[in-house]
């Protein structure tokens, strides 16, 4: 069985980013809860950081903080979408 091709490979978590995102823009449009703000924020970090390790793959393996500030934006994007999902969960 062959592997995905390897610019699949690069482009699939862009393609998954994209998509997490326009799901938070388009609850947040319905709700505007500051918690799918901080959701989004999260989210674009780690389209930002995916985005420079295509592009500039040098560089951000030589600033090894970059993988730190890339977990904090996964941090700050399950915090929000947890704390999105309890308080829609109290208004029920």
Do not use: H
């Amino acid at each position: 069985m062959n592997a995905l091709p390897s610019t699949l490979q690069t482009l699939f978590p862009l393609l998954i980013a994209l998509m997490v995102i326009a799901a938070l823009a388009l609850l947040w449009r319905r709700d505007r809860s500051a918690w799918l703000l901080a959701a989004l924020a999260g989210e674009g970090i780690s389209l930002v950081f995916n985005v420079a390790l295509i592009v500039l793959p040098e560089v951000v393996r030589s600033l090894p903080q970059l993988f730190s500030v890339w977990t904090l934006g996964a941090l700050m994007f399950a915090f929000g979408l947890l704390g999105y999902a309890v308080e829609r969960n109290q208004k029920r």
